[in-house]
């Protein structure tokens, strides 16, 4: 296990455990070297054992690009997290993204879906919550908070 941090000439590093890999692609990402963080996360997907693991690691990637503004990388990562393991995470990526791309009727017609198929779905509650905060939509915050509070669980 190699220490990284920012000072670290990250070409240098050797090492092949996840916890490496991880520290390699934060310090890319930090340094808005997308590509090369997305490789070191790519190395992590393949480490993990299980398909949950795997799609949250594509989950993250997508994420990164779409804070990167790069849209086109950002739905082909969330195609594989949903393609690796369908689940209440990777649901969220479709409504994200148009979020993101400043979409917001579409993300909440998507998140109203999935809610109204999966209640429990907290990812997709929360979401749904910082839209409509986002937008100050104070009365569809606080009737969304009050249907699905109870099982989605609590907002931040």
Known sequence: NVPVNDDTNLEEVEGGDIATHLALA??????AEYMKAAQEYQKVAQMKTDRRSKSEVYYEVAVMFLDAEEYDN???CADIAWATDENDLTITLPPLINYYMKRSNSAVSQLEEILQENPY???AYKL????YRDKHHENLLHSTIRRYGKTA????
Request: charged share 35%; with cysteine.
């Open 26 to 31: 934060e310090q890319y990402r930090k340094r």
């Open 74 to 76: 950002a739905k082909s």
């Open 121 to 123: 779905n907290k990812h």
């Open 128 to 131: 749904l919550c910082q839209i």
């Open 153 to 156: 669980g609590t907002v931040e």
